[in-house]
């Protein structure tokens, strides 16, 4: 593991807005997230039943095949390999991710055993209702929930301990550099509309997922950004851990553009290697949109900055 820590820890209590940002988001998290459950129970719609159910009248949705070539074949479930099975359930388990499919599910004239699709139905509405209710979803941003306040509530919001931790690591060690190198007023602009951006990356990315967005990732990766290219030190100190041996952890000081390759085009190659709509629940577009945001700040933050500093020299 290696991170950049261009400010000693020490240091860090004296950049009032960044232990303020990191305080905030711990407060909302103990106030609001720490207790409420993970996961919301719909026996009809989880259950294996449940997800082929779902998986063929999704397949139906998509393909508008006639009922002869998709339904209405009696053998179909008792002669279906275990292989197709599972298909059916991972293509279950993704309609339950496009909202076009939500927002209409229960309205559309499928077919099938009529009874059967009754049920789903009404185990369906049941669960739309139930994810709308969960904490994640009212202060999450996704394409079912993109209010106006969506875009910042999300950026305070963390869905368990180590995404809060892993965050705050981040947000503390930029934070401050950012806050020491350019003030209070530019952190708080990037992390706030870097959020944004960020936000903007994820739902180009995921037009019709059901799935929200929680997290300060973006807002970190466009601190991380704009350091990279606002900073014109040659060297910085990273922090790297090994191992707990002596030699194996420690600071070393490596270019400020090291950060790039890092971090940066890490998120490039996994948002380019995931299947759309089956992520592993990290954001990859959002860190690019808050990066893309915090490169562009800092191209024009030097632009700004170097008439002054010719003038002060």
């Given at each position: ?85 599972d298909h059916l359930v991972v293509i279950g388990s993704y309609a339950l991710r496009d909202a076009r499919f939500m927002e209409s599910a229960e309205s559309l004239p499928f077919w099938g055993d009529a009874v059967q699709i009754a049920t789903w139905k009404k185990d369906f509405v ?28 999300y950026q305070f919001s963390h869905s368990n301990w180590l995404h809060l931790f892993s965050n705050l690591v981040f947000l503390v060690l930029m934070g401050a550099a950012v806050e020491g190198l350019a003030g209070s007023g530019m952190l708080l602009f990037i992390y706030i509309v ?120």
């Amino acid at each position: 593991m290696i991170v950049p820590c261009p400010e000693t820890p020490q240091n860090v209590l004296k950049f009032p807005l960044t232990i303020t940002l990191t305080v905030l988001n711990i407060f909302i998290f103990f106030l609001v997230f720490s207790g409420a459950p993970s996961f919301f129970p719909n026996a009809g719609i989880f259950s294996e039943q449940g997800l082929l159910t779902t998986g063929r009248l999704y397949y139906q949705y998509l393909k508008e095949q006639p009922p002869h070539e998709l339904l209405e074949k009696p053998e179909w479930m008792h002669k279906m390999s275990s292989q197709n099975r599972d298909h059916l359930v991972v293509i279950g388990s993704y309609a339950l991710r496009d909202a076009r499919f939500m927002e209409s599910a229960e309205s559309l004239p499928f077919w099938g055993d009529a009874v059967q699709i009754a049920t789903w139905k009404k185990d369906f509405v049941e669960f739309r209702r139930s994810y709308q209710d969960q904490v994640l979803y009212r202060f999450g941003l996704s394409s079912l929930a993109k209010g106006p306040w969506a875009w910042v509530t999300y950026q305070f919001s963390h869905s368990n301990w180590l995404h809060l931790f892993s965050n705050l690591v981040f947000l503390v060690l930029m934070g401050a550099a950012v806050e020491g190198l350019a003030g209070s007023g530019m952190l708080l602009f990037i992390y706030i509309v870097g959020g944004i951006a960020g936000g903007a990356g994820f739902l180009m990315s995921q037009a019709h997922g059901t799935v929200p967005m929680v997290g300060a990732s973006a807002s970190v990766s466009a601190l991380m950004a704009f350091y990279c290219f606002a900073e014109r030190r040659a060297r910085i100190r990273y922090f790297f851990f090994i191992s707990p041996a002596q030699s194996h952890h420690g600071a070393i000081y490596l270019p400020t553009l090291l950060i790039f390759p890092l971090y940066l085009l890490v998120d490039l190659a996994s948002f380019w290697g995931t299947p759309e709509g089956l992520g592993g629940g990290v954001a990859y577009a959002a860190h690019l949109g808050g990066a893309a945001l915090g490169i562009v700040t800092a191209l024009i933050y030097r632009q700004i900055r170097r008439p002054l500093l010719l003038t002060e020299s």
